[in-house]
């Protein structure tokens, strides 16, 4: 749980050189804000640098599936569809990974992404949330319950 509780931007998590990793990337919030159709040149190349010593899968929860292809087509990754929503662990019959490879689940909500990868034994790689004043109001509401979660969590494990 504690490794919940730092938050990364997109150039910290690239100074960190992850290597030969399985890494589990969300798109909302992460690679783009919910308002936001494409994504943005910089936080692609990061993700180019990236995909070069990891194996990365892209597993959103959006309902939008032109999106998540969109996301999938632009990185060159593989976008597991799944009839399953993070943070259960099922998604993972879905993929075929490297299972000697440590993994890491890339993401901005502590109660999907978070506690999936707690679920799955991954490293949970919280970014700092990439976000728009024009998302939609629901999308706004779900951060805010997320992030009330996120400081309790933080609270709990920083006293
Ligand atoms: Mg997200």
Redesign the pocket.
Same mark, same amino acid.
């Given at each position: 749980m504690r490794t919940l509780c730092k938050k990364y931007s997109w150039h910290e998590v690239m100074q960190r050189d992850i290597r030969d990793h399985t890494i589990i990337l969300?798109?909302?919030?992460?690679l783009m804000a919910d308002a936001e159709s494409t994504i943005d040149p910089q936080i692609a190349s990061y993700i180019a640098t990236l995909k070069e010593h990891n194996d990365i899968f892209i597993v959103?929860?959006?309902f939008r599936d032109a999106r998540c292809a969109y996301a999938a087509e632009a990185l060159g990754l593989p976008w597991i569809d799944s009839p399953f929503k993070k943070p259960s662990v099922s998604i993972l019959n879905y993929m075929q990974y490297d299972h000697a490879k440590p993994m890491l689940v890339i993401? %901005?909500?502590l109660l999907? %992404?978070g506690i999936f990868a707690l679920r799955i034994g991954a490293e949970p790689v919280m970014l700092h949330?990439r976000t728009s004043p024009k998302d939609r109001i629901v999308i706004k509401l779900t951060y805010l319950l997320d992030d009330i979660a996120y400081s309790l969590v933080r609270l709990w494990y920083t006293r």
């Open positions: 969300d798109i909302d919030g992460v959103s929860n959006s993401g %901005d909500k999907t %992404d949330r």
